[in-house]
């Protein structure tokens, strides 16, 4: 058990038969009435995001999340294959489960797999990602300074805005928490 007074980013618990990861917190000390946690809680089965208020040291269990690193090897209809790369023991989520994920993932690419006990949660990516660029307008010479963005579709389909220099072909840097271009490789 945990004391929600030791809540920070990134934890995961128990709560309600649910696991949440917190996604944020704020200890609310009131000058009337007793002090309380305002969080926000992130359901790692569903994806919900919801907020919950909690009573000062109200004790929760702590989920006991175990990551380990997989490689993606590909997608068999509505199922995508990932392989443990120490066991080479492979399992299969369904696309519903890592809709988010699968604008960032790319054959061979090797993630983390959240697991709880023997239940698969999801997929944990890195910060960012290199993707390739399949479909973008080509940029107009003297337009780099100008400080605008055109639309980019990068080889997993994912489209993102970038500067008028880039061009079909180029290897971009993504942002995987909000899909946002980062730098070319």
Known sequence: ??????FRTGL????????WRVMDFQHVKPGKGAAFVRSKLRNLRTGA???????????????????RRM??????GDMHVFMDNDTYDQIELPANQIEYELKFLKE?????????????LGVELPNTVELKVTET???????????GSKPATV???LTVNVPFFINEGDILVINTTDSSYVSRA
Do not use: C, W
């Not at 307008?137 to 400080?147: A, H, L």
């Open 155 to 157: 080889e997993t389909g």
């Open 1 to 6: 058990m945990i004391s929600v007074n030791d």
């Open 71 to 76: 490689q993606y090897l590909y997608a068999n």
């Open 49 to 67: 995001i919801q907020e919950k208020t909690f009573r000062a040291g109200e004790k929760v269990a702590k989920a006991q999340i175990d990551n």
């Open 12 to 19: 995961t618990v128990e709560v309600d038969g649910g696991i």
């Open 108 to 120: 061979n690419m090797e993630v983390q797999i959240m697991m709880y006990h023997t239940e698969t």
């Open 137 to 147: 307008e080509p940029g107009i010479k003297g337009d780099t300074t100008s400080g």
